[in-house]
T-cell receptor
């Protein structure tokens, strides 16, 4: 079974802090994705990556950056957290050349920025 | 604007009844997928239907796709309390772009 894990289920940070959200998958998937989920807005794509060191902006990249130094790990970075970044963050992965095939999701990180 | 829109936003049924939720989209697709999300958890893939397919089944799930109407439906038969969750459709647009998710239908199955 594909397993996607996220470093924290719940996280509380202060405004202005630098925040790292980590995602690891164990199925040798090339593609990895970061979404945020907010009530009434559904899932919105922040960034995705199709290979090590490669990244593409999604629909809402502002205020975020990403890092993919190893194939299995995709990190989302909030350089200076703000209260409007309070949200549920979901990581997902999918196999090579298959942005549009099944995505496998982690359990999510619920981030609260105070 | 959203590519995929689920309808209804919320649905409440009795255990044993069938649940039907719909997804409409705007532009041509390569495939359409349905996912389930239990409260506070990640999404789980349920079924993928390609643009040249009209119907697919998986256990108690039945998905239809009508490309002429740009719509899909997910039917859950003989629902159970454990089916209580949010259900999302995701569309794969023409071209190799990431999936676009709708806002979801919240299903409550009452025992």
């Amino acid at each position: 079974d594909v397993k996607v894990t996220q470093s924290s289920r719940y996280l509380v940070k202060r405004t202005g802090e630098k925040v790292f959200l980590e995602c690891v998958q164990d199925m040798d998937h090339e593609n990895m994705f970061w979404y945020r989920q907010d009530p009434g807005l559904g899932l919105r794509l922040i960034y995705f990556s199709y290979d090590v060191k490669m990244k593409e902006k999604g629909d809402i990249p502002e205020g975020y950056s990403v890092s993919r130094e190893k194939k299995e790990r995709f990190s989302l970075i909030l350089e200076s957290a703000s209260t409007n970044q309070t949200s549920m963050y979901l990581c997902a992965s999918s196999p090579r050349g298959a942005y549009q095939e099944t995505q496998y999701f982690g359990p999510g990180t619920r981030l609260l920025v105070l | 604007s959203q590519q995929g829109e689920e309808d209804p936003q919320a649905l409440s049924i009795q255990e044993g009844e069938n649940a039907t939720m719909n997804c409409s989209y705007k532009t041509s697709i390569n495939n359409l997928q349905w996912y389930r999300q239990n409260s506070g958890r990640g999404l789980v893939h349920l079924i993928l239907i390609r643009s040249n397919e009209r119907e697919k089944h998986s256990g108690r799930l039945r998905v239809t796709l009508d490309t002429s109407k740009k719509s899909s439906s997910l039917l859950i038969t003989a629902s159970r309390a454990a089916d209580t969750a949010s259900y999302f459709c995701a569309t794969a647009l023409r071209g190799n772009t990431p999936l676009v998710f709708g806002k979801g239908t919240r299903l409550s199955v009452i025992a």
